[in-house]
């Protein structure tokens, strides 16, 4: 079993260059079919590998460079249930995406699909390496990659978001590199077991902050964590439907996972204080919420207010991450799980309006979609997931981080997070009942403002985009019981077990099993009722505007509006803004955590 | 080696930062990336340094002769290597914004927002 480590990753690549090389002689819908079966493959393989890993994980050594007295000379993979299973999920991801984009791209040489596996590859080593020099490798080939795609169709008009989102993402893999070589400076160690006894030998100092401080920034930035997050609608507004589905569904969110990844396997041991680095990664996990939840709420792009949406989900996954427990990570795992297939989901929703309504924008769509009924429904459903239903993945995850931030005494942090999610449900409410039932004032000159014009490929039936919106925000509801939270609190140990997967890793030692992170207690009901509630309430205002006394309607807007014009200003769209921003929260990271 | 040699990385880091946020010209933001580029070049040079030591080429050397590290130099080698995919992405990407807008002005080359 151990044999097949490198397959998840290294699968993927040589299907891609193979479609390159063959790609001009193959039948239509050849390279779908290939790059189907490819992700199913190495998905099946990686699932494989955290069953494998699920009673002690395991380090593969590449060429056999296996470490000698607690020195690793090799490169190696790690896998345990939780990187592995993430390796899997990116593959589940990918397959939706390519059945959605089934004919989707007509020109020959299939070099989409090579793109994509390359991406699914990149994603799955990410989540499996042990070695922070391939983790950087893998960090820069997933962005190349993203950067590829976005821009993919260069007769978009949205083609300057690629522009920012390539600059962003460079800087921010430049910010990585210079992490790295100072830690590495420091410690002469890449391996991330090796690593973590180094950093415990030594004092921790300003050097270490500024490691830290450059990498989490690096990660912050992909993760789309506030105030590093601006590039997020740019990329999702211009970037393919299914693209999309895999940036929101996995590509973001497994930056903060290679953040937790990190953070429990080099810096759990170190001298880097708790202290001052779970309330700040606390509090940036709040803004990112609440910036996240009010920006999504206000966009009339249905793309941009999914990728805000990504950007308010992303702030619980750190709040999840960042309160450092294992009870509080094996929720973020649901979360991330849950958060991903559901957002997937809605974002091929985006391309099915793109391809049968021909717009995206919700107000020019206004009762385009009341034909399709089944995939408004759907929309809805993906609306209320977002808002905090108690059912399902992600409500799972949402829950046992709750807990999570009751036990540290920040009781008021919770209902402030559902009220964040809330509102990104209620902007997906909102587009639902006008798009889909055409509810909603009149547009008026609203309707004449500019708005990209987009559209995408319209010849392909309407069931085929709809059979995987269907399967993933299936699963996501029907993959709630108890077994999935089992397998996250067990997953959640072993992931954190700092010195006993360093041991195992550098010295071989036999897995003693860890003890799973604890059971929540009883699921508390208010929470999720905060969400809906503010989903549901805004949702209907914002439809039913002309229905309300004139007098309410206009003191709402009035009290409104500071934060919302703030906040419209805040995203101007300048790059080298974006960047500024992107300084400016590098450097908080790094004052706090040096000063304490 | 002296802790100077790491002022120049930070140097280089800062200055180009600063091109990126006020750059006006796209082609110029993107010779800023660059140039923060080529900070971590110098840093992971220096981060490998060691004084009176040979290239870490041990062909005509015998075992035990001290030599830099190679490490960083492979670490090097891959950002290069990235580095010119990006650049080369970016430059085309500009090219076709130019193409259809007339302008690679970031203050006018605003996506829409919304």
């Known amino acids: 079993m151990q044999a097949l480590t490198p397959l998840p990753v290294a699968l993927p690549l040589a299907i891609a260059a193979v479609l390159l090389i063959v790609g001009h002689i193959l039948p239509r819908n050849g390279a779908d079919i290939i790059a189907m079966l490819t992700a199913a493959a190495a998905g099946l393989i990686a699932v494989l590998l955290a069953m494998a890993a699920s009673e002690a994980p395991f380090a593969y050594w590449f060429g056999g460079w296996q470490p000698r007295d607690g020195v690793a000379i090799g490169i190696a993979f790690v896998v345990d249930p939780a990187g592995a299973g993430c390796a899997a999920f990116a593959a589940l991801l990918f397959f939706a995406s390519f059945i959605f984009s089934w004919g989707y791209f007509d020109e020959v040489h299939a070099r989409y699909h090579a793109l994509m596996l390359i991406f699914q590859g990149a994603l799955a080593g990410f989540a499996m390496t042990g070695d922070l020099f391939n983790f950087f490798v893998f960090f820069e080939l997933m962005s190349t990659v993203a950067f590829a795609l976005t821009g993919y169709r260069l007769e978009s008009s949205a083609l300057e978001g690629a522009l920012n989102f390539t600059v962003t993402n460079a800087v921010g893999s430049f910010m990585m590199l210079a992490g790295i070589g100072t830690l590495y400076g420091r410690t002469g160690a890449l391996n991330f077991a090796q690593l973590g006894r180094a950093l415990a030998g030594l004092p921790p100092d300003g050097l270490l902050a500024l490691a830290v401080a450059l990498i989490f920034g690096a990660l912050f930035i992909k993760g789309a964590i506030v105030p590093f997050h601006f590039w997020i609608a740019d990329a999702h507004s211009v970037a393919p439907s299914p693209v999309c589905a895999i940036f929101s569904g996995i590509m973001v969110p497994i930056a903060l996972f290679g953040a937790a990844r990190l953070y429990w396997s080099v810096f759990a041991g170190s001298g880097l204080d708790q202290a001052p680095l779970r309330p700040l990664l606390v509090w940036f996990g709040t803004a990112t919420a609440l910036v996240g939840g009010f920006t999504a709420f206000m966009q009339r792009d249905v793309k941009r207010l999914l990728a805000m949406s990504t950007v308010s989900h992303m702030g619980v996954l750190l709040v999840g991450i960042g309160l450092l427990s294992s009870e509080a990570l094996a929720g973020a795992m649901l979360y991330l799980l849950g958060h991903g297939l559901a957002k997937a989901g809605l974002f091929l929703i985006g391309g099915i309006l793109l391809s049968q309504c021909a717009g995206i924008d919700e107000i020019k769509l206004r009762g385009a979609g009341k034909e399709f009924p089944v995939t408004g429904a759907f929309y809805a459903l993906g609306g209320l997931i977002m808002a905090g239903l108690p059912v399902g993945l992600e409500h799972q995850g949402d829950h046992l981080i709750d807990e999570a931030i009751s036990a540290t005494g920040l009781a008021f942090l919770p209902p402030l997070l559902s009220i964040a999610n809330g509102l990104t449900g209620a902007g997906i409410l909102r587009g639902a009942g006008r798009i889909f039932l055409g509810l909603g004032p009149e547009p008026g000159e609203e309707a004449l403002s500019p708005t990209e014009e987009e559209r995408e490929k319209q010849d392909r039936p309407v069931w085929l985009m709809l059979l995987p919106v269907v399967a993933l925000i299936g699963t996501a509801l029907a993959l709630q019981a108890v077994p999935a939270e089992e397998a996250a609190r067990q997953a959640a140990a072993m992931f954190a077990a700092t010195g006993d997967l360093a041991a195992a890793v550098l010295d071989q030692a036999a897995w003693q099993p860890v003890a799973a992170a604890p059971e929540p207690s009883s699921a508390s009901p208010i929470e999720p009722a905060i969400g809906l509630a503010v989903a549901i309430g805004l949702a209907a205002f914002e439809l039913g505007r002309d229905h309300l006394p004139r007098r309410l309607v206009r003191a709402a807007d009035r009290a409104t509006a500071p934060l919302f014009i703030g906040l419209d200003r805040l995203h101007d769209g300048v790059v080298g803004d974006y960047v500024a921003w992107t300084v400016f929260g590098a450097i908080a990271l790094g004052v706090v955590i040096a000063i304490g | ?114």
């Not at chain 2, 220096?46 to 190679?70: C, E, Q």
Request: glycine letters at 6%; charged letters at 10%; aromatic letters at 8%.
């Open chain 2, 1 to 114: 080696m002296s802790h100077a040699a790491f002022l120049l990385p930070a140097w280089l880091f800062a200055i180009g930062l600063y091109g990126v946020i006020t750059s006006r010209h796209f082609v110029h933001l993107i010779g800023c990336l660059t140039v923060i580029q080529s900070s971590t070049y110098v840093l992971l040079l220096a981060v490998g340094y060691r004084t009176d030591a040979a290239a870490p080429i041990f062909a005509n050397l015998p075992i035990g002769t001290p030599a830099v590290d190679p490490v960083v130099q492979a670490l090097v080698l891959t950002d290069i290597v990235v580095g010119a995919t990006v650049t080369a992405l970016l430059l085309a990407l500009a090219l076709q914004v130019h193409k259809r807008t007339g302008t690679l002005d970031p203050h006018e080359l605003r996506p829409l927002r919304r």
